[in-house]
Structure formats: structure tokens, C-alpha cells
């Protein structure tokens, strides 16, 4: 057996591939009949090193990129940097370099390992989010919707990180503290930059529907974060002395008003003016108001943390009995940037308020009768009643069901004058500011005559200045000397520059739209994008379904509507890769031990690891995603010059489908490192200059012609579904095959067919194992590069098989094997079936009820 060598094939072929120049995208030519296909996966940020999930993430993209060049298309799979954000500043402040110097040097080194996996990149395209020529063409359409009136400024209230000291997003808040800092977060109001996402509410929501080559969970997650609710604003007026500046009252919203007359409490959120008036007063309120600050600020932390809430000894007046008195409550999970941050509680039909009332022992008055229930029996415990039903205790409302009871209940609130029936959005305005001096510079002068101006286009890029000081948290920007001090460019008056740059979210919406023409002196080429655009496959981590997807969304949008894009939907196809996986480990102390510092033997069933260093038994913890902080990953780089690069590339995509999760083991590398060996040898026992033969004579020929169509079929198939792991088994599959008829002593007629299977097997694994194909290619005699050559094609009365063997279950147990021609109809299997002597013998003294047949696939008979 001679062993593929990876280390001395593998550069060169990647030399040969940069020297043809060979993944550069075709021009934009009308001539040109190929059909355009655009790839891409969700560009990274240059840490230093890229990781196996790179290598995963890259690798599937690269798949389909050279099955598609293959098949005649003109390929467009580039590659880029998201490159501002807060891990260079704070590079910058524990090391004393320049985030920018650290960040160009991360994205040399990654750019290094990325060319060495063989990814088919057109890097004529590549640029860094933190490149001036691309933040200046940011610059310039953040400019455009400013003068639109899609970007605006005003205070709101923020996390702030009183470390980092920057704002941060909610989900940068993991259990009230800093994902990087660990502070606990404070809420602050101040004046930031957002964009009116809201504005396209309707239309993100609207196209989701056409949306169908998204997984339905991305789109559900989409749909939730946007949330549309059609209900019902209304006002409740106070029952007393109204506190001074709400004499018209609390104004609530409900999706809920058939649950009127369940009513318990109305809440305010800890942020509603009503609350900060009465801290104001009262420095007990004012205590409370600043621990519900403290929780959680993403939603789900919210919906999961303890009910807490603040008796205000306000009350209000119900508004279908002027003698019924609701206490108003302020309450820690009302959400102010929701509705209007004020809601009334129905506890017998809403688990959140249920949960809140028991806490603080309010009433529970059930509402809504579940179907066939006793109306004087029913009562609600634990768990709120949330299904369907008719309404009940609630006067005029009674008999009805509940989307009648929402109807008259609006009706009779909008009679009375006390609001009016509304649709509300989950969806906030996007908050774009951040305070860091790592970031896209707003291009905003502030004046003190002529308030915001946009800085001309003309002086565009705003850039960041090469002496910022980030030897101390906080922006650096607003820190510099002389940086913030300009003129005016309206009246030439003396003005301040923006210190806020722009959340890396924007640098990644329309990203995609600058790789059809990175050079463009506009932001986007209108001919390059609507050739390109929208991208045909985005690949990315689930981690991005909501965020950066529905930004890019509504930026693609918001570009198209100012006349850049023709495209409103900027990824036809998205596909969400699952995560590499590992065992973790860690020493008696608790702390994490990376794999290569442990060894690991098996006693029978049971696994003991220890330090090789010191033999110090080392505890085996739970699978987990590999992350550098439980020290659970794997070096590619190691894995690459032990294995080489395509041994890698096929286990990340051979162990399960690529939208689940693959564990990494070693005996799976190794297993993947054979499989490049056994292909190697079938191509090194081939003889050269194979000579033509008429395989139709020769029955194994012809079915080793058989089997290699079924085999493109099969691959074909697979990588345009993204089953890239049943491929890669039907190749393995195919292996064993070629072993039963090996070259040696195979007669003229077996040869050709081998020559045949071998050079469509080379084409085959070409999108996987790249570099081992093109050796492959070259071994068997074949002219040019392997990437370059054409997809194989396959005949399909080849493919079609004359039999198919049909298991046979007798009340569920396998009991028997038939084979019956292939396509038969199901009376003519069921005949064969129980014309078996192995079924026949199953079937003394029983009798048969039923025979289902599953057309080319089982036969189930069952029997009493």
C-alpha cells in the first residue's frame, strides 16, 4: 500500500490553482452564457487563528463553490474581515498595540491558514470592515438615510458597561453582567443614533414568506423577534388623586382584552415615567427601581427571572365597573420598549402573571371556561389556563368565544372613548452607537448654530486617527486632543465631530452587496449587484439567525429603496451549520486541560485520562462546543501537518448531516486520513494509457459502469441537498466496490471500466478532498486541472436499477428478504411476498389482516 503524501501535494496543487488564477469570478459580460452563482459564508473576525469551526464553516461552503464552478457556473465565493469591534481595544489596552496593527496582523496570519485549507476564494475581492475605503462607503449611505430620515438621534436607555464603559445590546448582557467584562450593567439614558428598522416592520415580516430555502426555525425566530400583535390601547384612569403628570391616566396594551374582567393589578416597567416620578419621591422606590436594573435585559432573562414588583398604593378604576379598584404595581418584568410599558394582569390566563400574584398574593379570578369544564368547579392552580374556551364571569362578554370577546371588548372600549383597538411590533428601533474608538466613525458634525450636519461626501472617509489612546477603558475617540474639533461645513462655524462610531452590525449588513464590485467609487455598483446580488447560499451559525440576519434585511432593504440594490432580500438560501464538539476535561482543581495535554487509556468500558506531564488523573467532563475558554478545541494547524488538510475537510463533513453538530475524535480523523489512502491506492494501481473496450460485453464491466453512474447520481444529489455526509458514504461505499475488481490481472474490458470510474471518482471528490483529487487526476493520465474539469454526468436508465431487495416485517419484526423488479405494483409484490417460504413459515396458523407495501422499499404484513 503506498501512502498519499499530503504535505508535498497539497502546496503544490494550491500553487498551481493561484498561479491559473482559477476562482477568480467571471466578469459581468451579457455574452456570457453561464449562469451566476453566488456563495458565501458569514465572514470572520480576525482573532488570530482560525479554529476547527472555521474549518467546518468554510469547508461546506467550499463545496458547494467548486460543485457549482463544476457544473458550468459562474462562481462568485469571496472573502473578508469584520474587523472593528471591542477584542482589539482590548488587545490594545492589555498588550499597549495599536488595535489597528494587531488587527491587520491577526487577519495576515488567518488569511495564511484559510489559503491553506484550499478554500476556492476569489481574494481579488478581499477586504477588512476596518479598511477606510470600505467604513468611507458606509459613511456615505449612513449618510444617504440620514438625509431620508431613516436615521435619527435621541436618548433612550442603554446598557452601559461601567468598565468597557460602552453601550452594550442585550445580548451582550449575560445574567446582568458585561459578556467580556463581567460588570454588572447599568441602565443609563443617553442620546444615541438609531435606525427606523421599525419603518420596514411589515415588509421584514411579509418577506419571510418567500423565504423558502431558509430552515423554518430561522424564520420563526425572525417572525417571534419582530413580533406583530394586534390588540388593544387603552387607558385606565386612577381611581384618586392622580400623581401630577398622568392626570389622563395609565395608557396600556393588551393582546388579551377578553380577559378584562380577569383583571388582578396593573404594572408599569421599572423604566416608565410613572416609576421614575415616583422614585423621585420616595427613595424606597427609587431602591427598587434600581435592582429591577440590575436583572437581566434580554427578554428570555426576563420571562425566567423572579417576579418582583413594588406596590405604588395607587389604584386605578376598572374600566366596565366604576366601583371596582385595580392596584397599580411597578413590576420587574414590563418591558418599557414594548406596547407603551404598562399592562394590566390577568393571572388565570397568563403563567407570568400567575407566577407574580402568588408571589404577592393577589386574586385569580378564571375568566375563560375550557371546553366541557364545570363552571363552578373550574379552577386555575399552578399553571395559567391558555387555551380555548368560551368566556365566563365577565358580564357582557359572556358565551362568547375568545377572538368574539377580543372583538366586543375593543368595541365597547373605543364606544367609550378609552382607547382604541392597535398593532404593536416587539421590534425596536435599532440602536447603531457605541462608544469605542475601534469603530466606523459617525459622519456627523455637531454645530452649535446648525445643530447635526452630515460632513460632505467629498471629505468622506471620516477616518480614525493613528494616535488613539487605549491604554484605559472608554472611548478613545472622545478622548483624543484634537480629532473631535473641526468647522462646520454649513457655516463654517467652530463644530465637534460624532466621538460615537457605529455597532459592527452595520459593517456586516450589506458587506455582501460590496463584494460584487470592492473597488466601486460608490458604495455599491449598481450593474455588479444586480449581476450578483441576491447571494444564492449564505452559510453561517445559528448563533446570527435573528441580528445580523434581519439588519442585513432591512439594510439591503433600506439600499434598495435608495436606488443601489435591485434586490430586496439579500440571501436567497441560508443554511445554518451545526458546531464542532469535544469532551472537556479538567484537573482535580477544576481548572480546564486542553486535549493535547492529556492522555487517555480504556479498561474495558471504562476511560481514565491523565496529564502527560505530571500523571495526574484528570476528570472526563461532558461533550461540549468547542471553545476556547474550556479549552476543549483543536489546533487545525496540528491536525493539518499530521493528516493533512484533506482528511480534515472530509471528517468535519463525513460524521453527521452539516446542520447537526459533529463530535471530534480522533479515531474520526484517522478513520477520514484511511479513506484518503484507499483512494489514493485505487488511482496508484491503475495501469497507464488504459486502452478503450467495449464494457456492454463484460457483465462485471458493465456493472462497474453501472455503479459509477448510480455513484454520480447519488453525489450529485447529495451535495445539492447539503447531505454532504450521505455522499461522502456512498464514495466510501464506492471503494468497496473498486476492491472487488481490482486492476491486476482485470481483464481489457474491467480497465476501461475502472478508467471510467476512477476519473469520474477523481471529479467526485473534488468539492471535498481537493487537493488529493487533483493528484488523483494527475495520476490517471487526465490533461489539466481537476477543478477545472466538468461535472461527471450520469445516464439515467443506468442509474435505474432492474431488482430491488424489499425486507419484509411481520407485526413489525423482520422476518424475510424478496427481490422483485424494481418499480413493481404493490399487488404484485404482496403476491411475491407471501409466495416466500421464509414468510410463509412465519404465517402457519396466524392470519394474515393486512399487507402494506412501501413502493421499493418494505413490505409490512400484519397478522392476528
Known amino acids: 500500500m503506498v501512502r498519499y503524501n499530503p504535505q508535498e ?16 469570478a467571471g466578469p459581468i459580460d451579457a455574452s456570457d452564457p453561464r449562469p451566476k452563482y453566488y456563495i458565501l459564508e458569514m465572514f470572520p473576525y480576525p482573532s488570530g487563528r482560525i479554529h476547527m469551526g472555521h474549518v467546518r464553516n468554510y469547508s461546506l461552503g467550499d463545496v458547494i463553490a467548486r460543485f457549482k464552478r463544476a457544473r458550468g457556473f459562474n462562481v462568485l465565493h469571496p472573502m473578508g474581515w469584520d474587523a472593528f469591534g471591542l477584542p482589539a481595544e482590548n488587545a490594545a489596552m492589555e498588550r499597549g498595540v495599536s488595535p489597528r496593527d494587531w488587527t491587520y496582523q491577526n487577519i495576515d496570519a488567518m488569511r495564511d491558514e ?118 388593544l390601547k387603552m387607558t385606565w384612569a386612577f381611581s384618586g388623586a392622580a400623581p401630577a403628570g398622568f392626570e389622563g391616566g395609565i395608557e396600556v396594551y393588551t393582546t388579551r382584552p377578553d380577559t378584562l374582567f380577569g383583571a388582578s393589578f396593573v404594572a408599569v416597567s421599572a423604566d416608565h415615567p410613572l416609576a421614575a416620578a415616583l422614585a423621585a419621591a420616595d427613595p424606597r422606590v427609587d431602591a427598587f427601581v434600581h435592582e429591577c436594573r440590575r436583572g437581566g435585559t434580554s ?10 414588583g413594588w406596590d405604588t398604593g395607587l389604584t386605578v378604576t376598572h374600566p366596565f365597573d366604576p366601583n371596582w379598584k385595580v392596584p397599580v404595581w411597578i413590576a420587574n418584568f414590563v418591558l418599557m420598549d414594548y406596547g407603551t410599558g404598562a399592562i394590566f394582569g390577568c393571572p388565570a390566563h397568563d403563567q407570568r402573571d400567575l407566577d407574580f400574584v402568588r408571589k404577592y398574593g393577589l386574586p385569580v379570578k378564571p375568566v375563560v371556561l375550557p371546553p366541557g369544564a364545570d363552571p363552578v368547579a373550574f379552577e386555575v392552580g399552578k399553571e395559567a389556563y391558555v387555551g380555548p374556551g368560551r368566556i365566563y364571569n365577565s358580564g357582557f362578554l359572556d358565551g362568547l368565544e375568545i377572538e368574539a370577546a377580543k372583538q366586543a371588548a375593543i368595541a365597547r372600549i373605543e364606544a367609550q372613548g378609552h382607547g382604541q383597538g392597535a398593532t404593536v411590533y416587539r421590534l425596536r428601533d435599532w440602536g447603531i452607537a457605541r462608544q469605542r474608538g475601534w469603530g466606523c466613525p459617525v459622519p456627523i458634525v455637531h454645530c452649535p448654530a446648525c445643530g447635526p450636519v452630515a460632513v460632505p461626501k467629498d471629505q468622506l472617509p471620516v477616518r480614525l486617527p493613528d494616535d488613539l489612546d487605549f491604554s484605559r477603558p472608554g472611548n478613545a475617540l472622545a478622548r483624543h486632543p484634537t480629532w ?39 458604495p455599491i455598483d449598481r450593474a455588479a449587484a444586480d449581476y450578483w446580488m441576491p447571494v444564492d447560499q449564505y452559510i453561517g451559525g445559528i448563533e446570527h439567525a435573528v441580528l445580523h440576519l434581519l439588519y442585513a434585511r432591512f439594510v439591503t432593504r433600506a439600499l434598495a429603496d435608495e436606488g443601489m440594490l435591485k434586490a430586496k432580500e439579500p440571501f436567497t438560501g ?14 482535580q482543581n477544576g481548572d480546564w486541560v486542553e486535549p493535547s495535554e492529556i492522555e487517555i487509556t480504556a479498561e474495558g468500558a471504562t476511560r481514565r485520562a491523565i496529564l502527560i506531564d505530571s500523571g495526574e488523573p484528570v476528570v472526563i467532563g ?106 461522502i458514504a456512498r ?99 404482496e403476491k411475491i411476498a407471501l409466495a416466500d417460504e421464509a414468510v410463509r413459515s412465519h404465517l402457519e396458523g396466524v392470519t394474515v389482516r393486512k399487507v402494506i407495501v412501501v413502493k421499493d422499499r418494505i413490505v409490512n404484513i400484519v397478522v392476528g
Open 484 to 522: 473631535k474639533h473641526t468647522v462646520c461645513p454649513t457655516c463654517g462655524t467652530a463644530a465637534e465631530r460624532e466621538t460615537d462610531t457605529l455597532d459592527t452590525f452595520v459593517d456586516s449588513s450589506w458587506y455582501f452587496a460590496r463584494f460584487t464590485a470592492p473597488d466601486a467609487a460608490e
Open 114 to 231: 484559510l489559503k491553506r485549507l484550499g478554500l476556492s476564494i476569489d481574494w481579488s475581492r478581499e477586504f477588512a470592515t476596518c479598511d477606510p475605503e470600505y467604513y468611507g462607503q458606509q459613511q456615505a449611505w449612513f449618510i444617504d438615510l440620514w438625509k431620508r430620515g431613516l436615521v435619527y438621534r435621541r436618548e433612550g436607555m442603554v446598557n452601559w458597561d461601567p468598565v468597557d464603559m460602552t453601550v452594550l445590546a442585550n445580548e451582550q448582557v449575560i445574567d446582568g453582567r458585561g459578556w467580556r467584562s463581567g460588570a454588572v450593567v447599568e441602565k443609563r439614558k443617553l442620546n444615541q443614533w438609531f435606525l427606523r428598522i421599525t419603518d420596514y416592520a411589515d415588509d421584514l415580516l411579509e418577506g419571510l414568506k418567500t423565504l423558502d430555502r431558509w430552515p423554518d426555525k430561522v424564520r420563526l425566530m425572525q417572525e417571534n423577534w419582530i413580533g406583530k400583535s394586534s390588540g
Open 299 to 308: 427578554e428570555a432573562e426576563i420571562e425566567s427571572a423572579e417576579k418582583l
Open 622 to 727: 461532558d461533550t461540549e462546543k468547542m471553545s476556547k475558554s474550556k479549552k476543549n478545541t483543536v489546533t487545525p494547524s496540528v491536525i493539518f501537518d499530521d493528516y493533512g488538510v484533506d482528511a480534515a475537510r472530509l471528517f468535519v463533513m463525513s460524521d453527521s448531516p452539516p446542520d447537526r453538530d459533529v463530535q471530534w475524535t480522533t479515531g474520526g480523523i484517522e478513520g477520514a486520513w484511511r479513506f484518503v489512502n484507499r483512494v489514493w491506492n485505487e488511482f496508484d494501481s491503475q495501469p497507464p494509457g488504459v486502452a478503450p473496450a467495449d464494457t456492454a460485453a463484460d457483465p462485471k464491466a458493465h456493472e462497474l459502469v453501472r455503479a459509477t453512474h448510480r455513484l454520480t447520481a447519488a453525489v450529485t444529489e447529495a451535495i445539492d441537498g447539503f447531505r454532504f455526509n450521505s455522499g
Open 9 to 24: 501535494s497539497e502546496p503544490r496543487w494550491r500553487k498551481a490553482w493561484a498561479d491559473a488564477d482559477i476562482f477568480r
Open 731 to 829: 464514495l466510501y461505499e464506492f471503494l468497496n466496490t473498486l476492491k472487488t475488481l481490482p486492476a491486476e490481472g482485470a481483464s481489457p474490458a474491467v480497465l476501461a471500466a475502472r478508467q471510467e470510474a476512477l476519473s469520474t471518482l477523481a471529479r467526485l471528490i473534488a468539492p471535498f478532498t481537493p487537493h488529493l483529487a487533483e493528484s488523483c487526476w494527475e495520476r490517471l493520465g487526465e490533461t489539466g486541472l481537476a477543478v477545472a474539469a466538468p461535472w461527471p454526468s450520469f445516464d439515467p436508465a443506468l442509474v435505474a436499477r432492474d431488482e430491488v431487495v424489499l425486507p419484509v416485517q411481520i407485526n413489525g419484526k423482520r422476518r424475510a428478504e424478496i427481490r422483485a423488479p424494481a418499480g413493481s405494483p404493490e399487488a404484485e409484490v
Open 574 to 587: 441560508l443554511f445554518t451549520q451545526g458546531m464542532l464538539t469535544h469532551e472537556t476535561y479538567r484537573r
